[in-house]
T-cell receptor
């Protein structure tokens, strides 16, 4: 019963490098999310995907792109990493939607990214 | 803009103490409020509240919602060191699909 799986767990990048964070869920959830967590800032939504084939910007989308590859997978790409993107990134999924708007989010274990 | 404010931001107590964590919110079209506990890794779901005055309980943890005054509290009685964590409050915003989180309360329980 894996739930939400994120890879990698840790990553160090140099300024200007690119990388993709991978996320997969096995709960057949419609919605998937990418959050970043910074000290004193709480969890902030980067992008979300309400259903397969759709993506929307969250609170802090600049510098990121996403792809909802299929119902299970939702990736986050940093095209040109900046030190301001040093953070812990969490992927989450839920059944949240019109019929189940109260469904809670299930989180992955996070990716700790450092950009030097 | 949706807003969720938690207080205090941090709290240090001794084992056995009772703590109350606060969450106030301003959102359009309120549907529910959720509490999460975050230890070292992923936040884990604790409670969801949808109706005023309904108290949710799980062991030593309980939570109540006041929709008129737009806040919720999370109580932990007889705290243990294992309760040390960040406690996050979240509400769905204008869209069904998005959750807005507060900054969290860092609770430290000392032996």
């Amino acid at each position: 019963n894996a739930g939400v799986t994120q890879t990698p767990k840790f990553q160090v990048l140099k300024t200007g490098q690119s990388m993709t964070l991978q996320c997969a869920q096995d709960m057949n959830h419609n919605s998937m999310y990418w959050y970043r967590q910074d000290p004193g800032m709480g969890l902030r939504l980067i992008y979300y995907s309400a259903s397969e084939g759709t993506t929307d910007k969250g609170e802090v989308p600049n510098g990121y792109n996403v792809s909802r590859l299929n119902k299970r997978e939702f990736s986050l790409r940093l095209e040109s990493a900046a030190p301001s993107q040093t953070s812990v990134y969490f992927c989450a999924s839920s059944d949240r939607g019109r019929r189940s708007y109260n469904s809670p989010l299930h989180f992955g274990n996070g990716t700790r990214l450092t950009v030097t | 803009e949706d807003k969720v404010v938690q207080s205090p931001l941090s709290l240090v107590v001794h084992e056995g103490d009772t703590v109350t964590l606060n969450c106030s919110y301003e959102v359009t079209n309120f549907r529910s409020l959720l509490w999460y506990k975050q230890e070292k890794k992923a936040p884990t779901f604790l409670f969801m509240l949808t109706s005023s005055g309904i108290e949710k309980k799980s062991g030593r943890l309980s939570s109540i919602l006041d929709k008129k005054e737009l806040f919720s509290i999370l109580n932990i009685t007889a705290t243990q060191t294992g309760d040390s964590a960040i406690y996050l409050c979240a509400v769905p915003g204008g869209s069904n699909y998005k959750l807005t989180f507060g900054k969290g309360t860092l609770l430290t329980v000392n032996p």
